[in-house]
């Protein structure tokens, strides 16, 4: 039987180790594995644009929010998404409506809500008063009874002032929960939850600066995590340090507006016409004459610089007191009879 000789130098060694992994196992500081909340279905919200008969010519993401209206626990239930979902993006018109699929416990059936929106005078929706890509849009709770319940409370809203309170600055962890559509799939559009894709990243850039005498400039958050369409009204949290910089608070810093892109790194390109056929040119046959003419095609690919810009939403503080607020909840509570409840995905109605 072989024996196995330890030096004491190689004992302490070992000891170190051990150390260090026990200090590292047990620490709470950031970690690409924390979660919050556990279940981020239940606030997380599939949304689609629509026009006319539900033709759907928008898809996005959105969030549920409990706002508080007193003391007492009591909110009104609102869908937070990016301003720029209420519109068609080619043609700058706004929408006539939402489809949203509401998050539903397990074994419940699925539940869709069609929200008609108001663009009128009194709208149905409130819209950011500093004109930043934020809406948020009251809900009828008696129309999503029993949908799973998960919201932030006004203390967990990164606000300039906590963000200088609670030294928020860049290299904190962030995380999205966003929907991604080409992932989407028959199982997702039956299922009774709402199951978020989730991507983490790093805030690059915080969109508050401090003016002094309690000014601030404002302008969207950026952070180093890639986005894509239909992630835009997506909910961003940030793990914020506590100060003893062995723990850390989730806070909602905003939702996802999108990417720039980088335009400075296209490189021009011209395909040349030949009497060949190529792959960057195209035959054109007149119905006329049959006439056949090859015409050069210029590629271009968008260049997403894995960089986000993300709307604050520091403004959701304080909502009941907001007028435009107030008259948003009497449209759409005073005209609940226009929202429509669906158990599936509705087809399109001719």
Not at 153 to 175: H, K, M, R, Y
Not at 277 to 301: C, D, F, M, R, Y
Request: glycine fraction near 8%.
């Amino acid at each position: 039987m072989a024996r196995s000789y330890v030096s004491n130098g190689m004992k302490k060694y070992f000891l170190l180790l051990i150390l260090i992994g026990m200090f590292s196992s047990n620490s709470k500081g950031q970690s690409l594995y924390e979660r919050f909340p556990n279940n981020p279905e239940q606030f997380s919200v599939l949304l689609f644009g629509y026009s006319g008969n539900l033709k759907i010519e928008q898809f996005g993401s959105a969030s549920l929010y409990n706002a508080p209206i007193n003391t007492n626990g009591q909110a009104v239930v609102c869908l937070v998404t990016a301003k720029h979902n209420l519109s068609n993006l080619q043609t700058g018109k706004m929408l006539d409506g939402l489809l949203v699929k509401i998050s539903m416990p397990h074994g419940s059936k699925p539940k869709y809500l069609k929200i008609p929106l108001n663009h009128g005078f009194q709208k149905n929706y409130w819209e950011s008063p500093s004109g930043l890509d934020l809406v948020a849009i009251p809900i009828p709770a008696g129309l999503i009874q029993g949908h799973e319940s998960g919201t932030f409370a006004e203390s967990q809203i990164v606000t300039p002032q906590n963000a200088v309170e609670n030294d928020i600055s860049a290299g904190l962890l962030v995380e999205m929960f966003c929907m991604q559509f080409e992932y989407e799939d028959p199982i997702d559009y039956a299922m009774p939850e709402t199951i978020p894709t989730m991507r983490y990243g790093h805030l690059s850039r915080l969109g508050f600066y401090d003016l002094g005498n309690g000014n601030f400039n404002i302008r969207p958050h950026v952070i180093d995590l890639h986005s894509s369409p239909g992630n835009s009204g997506a909910t961003v949290l940030v793990w914020v340090p506590k100060k003893d910089q062995i723990t850390s608070n989730p806070m909602f810093l905003g939702i996802v507006q999108g990417f720039k892109d980088e335009e400075g790194s296209y490189v021009p390109y011209e395909a040349p016409v030949t009497n060949s056929i190529h792959q960057t040119s195209i035959n054109l046959v007149s119905e006329q004459n049959g006439t056949t003419n090859q015409v050069a095609v210029a590629l271009k690919t968008i260049a997403n610089p894995n960089l986000t810009y993300i709307i604050p939403v520091h403004e959701l503080v304080g909502l009941k007191d907001s007028k435009e607020f107030q008259i948003a909840c009497a449209m759409s509570f005073g005209n609940q009879r226009t929202f429509e409840v669906f158990d599936c995905l509705p087809p399109a109605k001719k």
